[in-house]
């Protein structure tokens, strides 16, 4: 790279915040409408990204628009390669000199939030893994929903079962460690071509992550989660959250619960047995529907899809917790109305999992994710009301754990339009009557525009120019057009704006004082807007961890009836 004095003040900016990042991640540079890429990984992403490598002042880079932003991260990541976002942290037009801007997120293939990067019926598993001498503490994490589970494994061959169930999609060790092992080779089952990531080992000093869980979850011990005497599983753990919130710059309020588990709490399958049984993947690669998943599967929420999944690679050992499931799906395989009726309340449950969690964490959350949840909670009511006819102890104890959320659904209902649109920052999500502020924004910017209107009728007849137009830029706000057939009959007061091939723009003092009133006003009205979404969002994630309690709930029972379809099938 170039020495940093000899640099632009904005090439500088990036130089400082690349500095603070890993080799291997790739920063993406807000610039306007467009995140820019310079020196070494405008080289190494663009082919990946399928861009136009240049050059500007010796300096190479690229570009790609904010709108397709997702799908870009996407081909980064698919390289093996992380994504750091800097954005512009405050409003160009207002900044006095350079625009301020800093990393608002590290993206890895383990901290993924965006559905549309993520598999609906898979877990996307962050795996905190730390080696000791004769065992090894496991911690895993699915960001995307706030699953967060220790425990810990014995020797390499009891690591290796683990991993091939969890199949994790990046996995965080000591950094020593790491080098270590990739000079003197790995232990069977781990493989160097892993996606690993090295952490700072001080990062799993015990104590520390300890401490760091306890003021997460604001407790004095851990021992109420099942840690007693886990050492190495309380040190992943606690690496494993410093990494997340390091990479969200944020604290994951969405992880609101941690549970421990043992390996010998489900029946060892190791990756081998998991193919030749064809449980998830199929020994033929075409044959993609022969799997016992795609067999068993009907399941109607992505919540319930990843739980089922997650019992075909974990079978249960303990004949009680078999004998409960067995006798709910007998109950519901008998009351074929109560299954029905059930499955049809599901139909309209989305993801509230990585819903709630998105709001709670993610950049990109919005009014949608809002609706989505409130229509969701919406049916918890319902399926209450037919679990109350069921037989089954396991289906009676859903029915306590499916918690109904009142207060919320209103505030959501009377708060939210009906067709609500994915930005946050152009309006058009709250409805009329909510907020009488908003509301009379909206009447000066719909007055004002009224005004406009009437305007041009009035300009047109005084002028004699029966196609003159009033109209609007993003650039040049409200303007008069005229054609130039017609500029002798311009009047004196008309002011010259801007010249073009066919016509002339004008203003006039009357049109922009009129304008600042109707940009003014929409100005507000969407800043406004975008400040109550947020007292929205706080108000919903206030409810997060009784949320993911009630979908948990939600996912078992679609579980339960998708296995009770499947055997009313076969």
């Given at each position: 790279?170039?020495?940093?004095?000899?640099l632009?003040?904005?090439?500088?900016?990036?130089?400082?915040?690349k500095?603070?990042?890993?080799?291997?991640?790739?920063?993406?540079?807000?610039?306007?409408?467009?995140?820019?890429?310079?020196?070494?990984?405008?080289?190494?992403?663009?082919?990946?990204?399928?861009?136009?490598?240049?050059?500007?002042?010796?300096?190479?880079?690229?570009?790609?628009?904010?709108?397709?932003?997702?799908?870009?991260?996407?081909?980064?990541?698919?390289?093996?390669?992380?994504?750091?976002?800097?954005?512009?942290?405050?409003?160009?037009?207002?900044?006095?000199?350079?625009?301020?801007?800093?990393?608002?997120q590290?993206?890895?293939?383990?901290?993924?939030?965006?559905?549309?990067?993520?598999?609906?019926?898979?877990?996307n598993?962050?795996?905190?893994?730390?080696?000791?001498?004769?065992?090894?503490?496991?911690?895993?994490?699915d960001?995307?929903?706030g699953?967060?589970?220790?425990?810990?494994?014995?020797?390499?061959?009891?690591?290796?079962?683990?991993?091939?169930?969890?199949?994790?999609?990046?996995?965080?060790?000591?950094?020593?460690?790491?080098?270590?092992?990739?000079e003197?080779?790995?232990?069977?089952?781990?493989?160097?071509?892993?996606?690993?990531?090295?952490m700072?080992?001080?990062?799993?000093?015990?104590?520390?992550?300890?401490?760091?869980?306890?003021?997460?979850?604001?407790?004095?011990?851990?021992?109420?989660?099942?840690?007693?005497?886990?050492?190495?599983?309380?040190?992943?753990?606690?690496?494993?959250?410093?990494?997340?919130?390091?990479?969200?710059?944020q604290?994951?309020?969405?992880?609101?619960?941690?549970h421990?588990?043992?390996?010998?709490?489900?029946?060892?399958?190791?990756?081998?047995?998991?193919?030749?049984l064809?449980?998830?993947?199929?020994?033929?690669?075409?044959?993609?529907?022969?799997?016992?998943?795609?067999?068993?599967?009907?399941?109607?929420?992505?919540?319930?899809?990843?739980?089922?999944?997650?019992?075909?690679?974990?079978?249960?050992?303990?004949?009680?917790?078999?004998?409960?499931?067995?006798?709910?799906?007998?109950?519901?395989?008998?009351?074929?109305?109560?299954?029905?009726?059930?499955?049809?309340?599901?139909?309209?449950?989305?993801?509230?999992?990585?819903?709630?969690?998105?709001?709670?964490?993610?950049?990109?959350?919005?009014?949608?994710?809002?609706?989505?949840?409130?229509?969701?909670?919406?049916?918890?009511?319902?399926?209450?009301?037919?679990?109350?006819?069921?037989?089954?102890?396991?289906?009676?104890?859903?029915?306590?754990?499916?918690?109904?959320?009142?207060?919320?659904?209103?505030?959501?209902?009377?708060?939210?339009?009906?067709?609500?649109?994915?930005s946050?920052?152009?309006?058009?999500?709250?409805?009329?009557?909510?907020h009488?502020?908003?509301?009379?924004?909206?009447?000066?910017?719909?007055?004002?525009?009224?005004?406009?209107?009437?305007?041009?009728?009035?300009?047109?007849?005084?002028?004699?120019?029966?196609n003159?137009?009033?109209?609007?830029?993003?650039?040049?706000?409200?303007?008069?057009?005229?054609?130039?057939?017609?500029?002798?009959?311009?009047?004196?007061?008309?002011?010259?704006?801007?010249?073009?091939?066919?016509?002339?723009?004008f203003?006039?003092p009357?049109?922009?004082?009129?304008?600042?009133?109707?940009?003014?006003?929409?100005?507000?009205?969407?800043?406004?807007?975008?400040?109550?979404?947020?007292?929205?969002?706080?108000?919903?994630?206030?409810?997060?961890?009784?949320?993911?309690?009630?979908?948990?709930?939600?996912?078992?029972?679609?579980?339960?009836?998708?296995?009770?379809?499947?055997?009313?099938?076969?």
């Open positions: 790279m170039s020495n940093i004095s000899e632009t003040p904005a090439m500088r900016q990036y130089r400082q915040l500095d603070d990042l890993p080799e291997d991640t790739i920063l993406l540079f807000r610039m306007g409408d467009f995140y820019e890429l310079f020196f070494e990984d405008a080289k190494t992403a663009a082919p990946h990204m399928d861009v136009v490598l240049t050059a500007r002042g010796g300096v190479p880079m690229c570009g790609v628009p904010h709108h397709a932003l997702r799908n870009y991260i996407a081909r980064i990541l698919e390289a093996g390669l992380k994504v750091a976002v800097a954005e512009q942290m405050e409003d160009p037009r207002l900044a006095k000199g350079l625009v301020k801007r800093d990393i608002v590290i993206i890895t293939p383990g901290t993924l939030l965006d559905d549309n990067l993520l598999s609906a019926a898979k877990s598993f962050l795996l905190g893994l730390c080696p000791g001498k004769e065992k090894y503490g496991l911690a895993l994490l960001l995307s929903t699953d967060f589970r220790l425990s810990e494994c014995q020797g390499n061959n009891a690591l290796e079962i683990e991993l091939g169930r969890l199949r994790p999609s990046e996995l965080i060790v000591p950094s020593a460690w790491l080098e270590k092992m990739r003197q080779g790995f232990p069977p089952g781990l493989e160097r071509d892993m996606p690993w990531t090295g700072d080992d001080w990062r799993f000093d015990v104590q520390i992550c300890r401490e760091e869980l306890q003021k997460h979850f604001a407790v004095a011990s851990l021992d109420g989660f099942g840690c007693r005497g886990l050492e190495l599983g309380v040190a992943a753990a606690g690496a494993l959250l410093q990494y997340v919130r390091r990479n969200l710059r604290d994951a309020a969405h992880i609101t619960s941690l421990s588990f043992q390996a010998q709490d489900c029946l060892v399958l190791d990756r081998i047995s998991q193919r030749n064809e449980l998830t993947e199929p020994i033929f690669a075409d044959a993609k529907d022969n799997t016992l998943v795609s067999v068993l599967d009907e399941t109607l929420t992505p919540m319930g899809a990843r739980m089922l999944r997650e019992w075909v690679l974990r079978p249960l050992r303990d004949k009680p917790a078999i004998d409960a499931r067995l006798d709910a799906v007998e109950n519901l395989l008998q009351a074929v109305m109560l299954r029905t009726e059930l499955r049809e309340i599901l139909t309209a449950v989305r993801d509230l999992e990585r819903c709630i969690s998105r709001l709670n964490v993610s950049a990109n959350a919005n009014a949608r994710d809002l609706q989505l949840l409130q229509k969701g909670l919406d049916e918890v009511p319902g399926l209450k009301a037919l679990l109350a006819g069921a037989s089954a102890p396991l289906l009676l104890e859903q029915r306590q754990e499916l918690l109904e959320f009142p207060e919320l659904n209103q505030l959501l209902t009377e708060a939210l339009l009906e067709e609500v649109p994915v946050t920052k152009d309006g058009g999500m709250i409805k009329e009557g909510y009488a502020e908003l509301d009379e924004l909206r009447r000066a910017s719909r007055e004002g525009k009224d005004w406009i209107a009437a305007y041009q009728v009035k300009e047109q007849e005084r002028s004699g120019i029966k003159l137009k009033v109209r609007y830029n993003k650039v040049f706000g409200y303007f008069i057009e005229v054609t130039k057939a017609n500029l002798e009959l311009v009047p004196e007061d008309y002011l010259r704006k801007q010249t073009m091939v066919n016509a002339e723009r203003i006039t009357e049109l922009k004082e009129i304008e600042d009133k109707v940009l003014g006003a929409e100005e507000k009205s969407r800043q406004l807007e975008y400040e109550i979404f947020q007292e929205l969002r706080e108000k919903t994630c206030a409810y997060t961890a009784d949320i993911q309690r009630c979908a948990r709930s939600l996912a078992l029972v679609d579980c339960l009836a998708s296995l009770a379809e499947s055997a009313g099938r076969y």
